[in-house]
């Protein structure tokens, strides 16, 4: 079975500090990893992902995120928060040979001005 | 392209009533997910569609169902509804084929149960 934890239930930052959401997986397989971002009362939006390459994948809104194979995470950077940057982020992990994505519990990011 | 579309947006029902959700894909795409959330539980998996067959389903009582037709538009079925029920239901749609896209989501059915 595969599954995805977020440790932090709350992260908060100062705008302009870097940022960190932590994400670590479990799959029988090799992982196809991905963030996504919700704001408020909206459906999912798709921030990047890892297929496989390079370890850090860049994505949306000048996200990035470091695949760690050796300690199965991946967690989500960014250089710079914007206060546009609070929202609800998840991480989710897809076995190569499974058809359905298993979602983290979430992470609330909190960037205050 | 037009993305997912769910209808509606806002529902309030009554204990014991069913209820209907609707997710019209992208077009194109084959696959549809279905998801609830909720603020205890976060994002749970219900069931996948591909095809007009169900590929995969999550752990979810014999009350929540679904189907697809054969434009790919999916609905999902709850009976007897319980205040537990209440969620904002997602669903999303992925292109054919690959396990390593992404999945594009609707904007959610807010449901609440009184």
């Known amino acids: 079975a595969q599954s995805v934890a977020q440790p932090e239930d709350q992260v908060n930052v100062a705008e302009g500090n870097p940022l960190t959401v932590k994400c670590t997986y479990s799959v029988s397989g090799n992982p196809y990893l991905f963030w996504y971002v919700q704001y408020p009362n909206r459906g999912l939006q798709f921030l990047l992902k890892y297929i496989t390459g390079d370890n850090l994948v860049k994505g949306s809104y000048g996200f990035e995120a470091e695949f760690n194979k050796s300690q199965t995470s991946f967690h989500l950077k960014k250089p710079s928060a914007l206060v546009s940057d609070s929202a609800l982020y998840f991480c989710?992990?897809?076995?190569?040979?499974?058809?359905?994505?298993?979602f983290g519990d979430g992470t609330t990011l909190t960037v205050k001005p | 392209k037009a993305g997912v579309t769910q209808t509606p947006r806002y529902l309030i029902k009554t204990r014991g009533q069913q209820v209907t959700l609707s997710c019209s894909p992208i077009s194109g795409h084959r696959s549809v997910s279905w998801y609830q959330q909720t603020p205890g539980q976060g994002l749970q998996f219900l069931f996948e569609?591909?095809?007009?067959?169900?590929?995969n389903k999550g752990n979810f009582p014999g009350r929540f169902s679904g189907r697809q037709f054969s434009n790919s538009r999916s609905e999902m079925n709850v009976s007897t509804l319980e205040l537990g029920d209440s969620a904002l239901y997602l669903c999303?749609?992925?292109?054919?084929?690959?396990?390593?896209?992404?999945?594009?989501f609707g904007q959610g059915t807010r449901l609440t149960v009184v």
């Open positions: 569609y591909f095809s007009e067959t169900q590929r």
């Open positions: 999303a749609s992925s292109p054919p084929g690959t396990a390593n896209t992404e999945a594009f």
């Open positions: 989710a992990v897809r076995d190569t040979n499974a058809g359905k994505s298993t």
